[in-house]
């Protein structure tokens, strides 16, 4: 069974940076595109971005570009999110997918695990 486990969220203030990992249990990752997605209380799930296993290009919703970064260590088996400058409306519990779509939509995500909390605040 696919399972993936994230970690790295916390309390930051803002303009603060965090590591996110996104870890593979069972399989092995460079297999699999990866999106990170994100939900906060009271709102809708959105993608926060993607990296295609096929050409390690990545992907990014417009209010992360040039804050956020994905990347991967396959020795570690482990897809990871830098982000920095983080804002207050970061603020969201943050997930990681595979992604069948191969990055071309954030509606087919699959395998997510429990998440993580990412607070931005003063």
């Known amino acids: 069974q696919v399972q993936l486990a994230e970690s790295g969220g916390g309390l930051v203030q803002p303009g603060g940076s965090l590591r996110l990992s996104c870890a593979a249990s069972?399989?092995?990752?460079?297999?699999?595109?990866i999106t990170w997605f994100r939900q906060a209380p009271g709102k809708e799930r959105e993608g926060v971005g993607c990296?295609?296993?096929?050409?390690?290009?990545?992907h990014y919703r417009d209010s992360v570009k040039g804050r956020f970064t994905i990347s991967r260590d396959d020795a570690k088996n482990t897809v990871y999110l830098q982000m920095d400058s983080l804002k207050p409306e970061d603020t969201a519990r943050y997930y990681c997918a595979t992604d069948p779509s191969t990055c071309l939509t954030y509606d087919e995500l699959e395998n997510w695990g429990q998440g993580t909390q990412v607070t931005v605040s003063s």
């Open positions: 069972r399989f092995t990752l460079n297999y699999y595109s």
């Open positions: 990296i295609r296993h096929t050409d390690r290009s990545t």
